[in-house]
């Protein structure tokens, strides 16, 4: 029953203004159900910048702050042990931190803006566990920050050794001094 | 005819060889043959469809940042309202939903009675929907609980009070659904259970099992004639067209201005002048003070004018019982419909003038009791609930009287070629 008067033409020309109209209206619709699943902004005010003091933080020992959810490291390297990170360089994955795990400023041998004080993500690079802290050496261990969940091994600026499971450094994340002792952890813009 | 359709789809090919799915869109698409002179009251129908998934899939996403907990659920729709992205948009598309879902409910049923479509063969077709509207009832109120606004609260105090009703075990009936001896964080948390989960999963196989049996006998129509009684030498009937791709198209137009009224009313009304959504309701529930003037949402109503409207106790039984039982005989009554209708025609066209004065006095005193109970009982003398109620009674009840005296025009074989 196919009649020939049919203006072929015309009538795909509304199924596709149709289709069109269509896929513009459904895509309005589904945006805001996108937006939905995106953090609230309870969310994002729980995963603002922190300010920390680091004036009390002792030479050889850390501080931890929750940032986002996740622990953040800030530890006062002493004279020696920023000494010892050029030492075992030929030890390490990738001494000069040339994996994007760090913002440029943060790019050197200290993997910090200020030598002493290194800001670091407490989250092993393998699995997400938290590596601990070992300052001296105690029973001739490892010092540097060692992951409990698979052995992974980082030196004093969290750069990772070579034939460990953790395959990048530990992440530096953004971060910057409002004054000597005063540091913003998850910005480094003036405005946030 | 052998698989025009999957010609050179191989994928389908090969799914429809293990799932009928050739047979399922010729059964209900494209060779499901609907009268040709379906009207304006014929878009209720897909209106609700498309109102259902809204409110499913709104209704997902809202579970995902609600907490049905009485300390917690009040600031956890505030916290959707202000906090979440898009929050108040999928909010009040759920709540404004809600109310059209009612509206084109409440017309699709209309549609129903002022062309028969209630009577044989379709029997069967009416009482799924007649349990799809109590199922939908029935969501309504348990959702309209959530919130744990002092509407919410006491809303749900009085229809739950209702139970209390019953003798002898309403009492300890209306404890057990409570789940707590007043109306609770207990109460909240087990509505919000069966909002989500048991009562949708009812409400979409009673839409499901009500669109099968609509495929199976057929359409009526504005016309109310049987287009099945005469068919071409193909055994298709002479006054149907096939549903895709004729009534598809159709409906696209009524399902736009549809969509343009509802978002208008979600985007400058989301609480429909204080019938969607009362004021009280943006008040924390407050179970030591009840709001100035309590009714229910607008869809309910004329229900709760009728149980309101019986205030003396009879045959030594409590006039609370007897509102109940007005109440719950004024929906129970719809399901009787098919059997209380003895006229030979099914459309008003053909009907005679007693079932057109009793539908039309029939919708206004249906509508006038809505009217009532969304305003304070001594807003009008007190004789026009009980005397509309009488009115809405009589419809059905006097229906196997008026529709067997009256005289209806004769019902012609064929849908003529004007109106």
Redesign the interface.
Known sequence: MIDKKVNLSRRSWLIRT?SALSTV?MTAWI???V????P???ARGLGAPVEVDVSTIEEGSMKVVEWRGIPVYIIRRSRSDIASLQKYEDELKDPNSNTDQQPDYARNRTRSIKPEILVVEGVCTHLGCTPKYRSEKVDGLFTGLFCPCHGSTFDFAGRVYSNVPAPTNLRVPRHRYIDDDKLIIGSDRLVS | MASRLLKGHRFLRWVNERLPLEKAYKTHMSEYYAPRNFNFWYYFGILSMVVLFIQFVSGIWLTMQYTPDAEHAFDSIEYIMRDVSAGWFIRYMHEVGASFFFIVVYLHIFRGLLYGSYKEPRELLWLIGVAIYIVLMMEGFLGYMLPWGNMSYWGAKVVLSLIGAIPYIGESLQVWIQGDYQVSGVTLSRFFALHVTLIPILLIGLVFLHIIALHQVGSNNPEGIEIKLVKNKDGVPLDGIPFHPYYTVHDLIPIVVFLILFFGVIFYYPDGGGYFLEPPNFLPADNLSTPEHIAPVWYYTPFYAMLRAISFDFLGISAKFWGLVVMSGAIGLVAFLPWLDRSPAKSMRYKGWASRIMLALFTISFVTLGVLGAHPSDWMPFWMAPFFTLIYFAYFLGMPFYTSLENSKPVPQRISSGR
């Open positions: 149709i209206g945006t805001p159900f937006k939905f699943l995106a609230s902004a309870k």
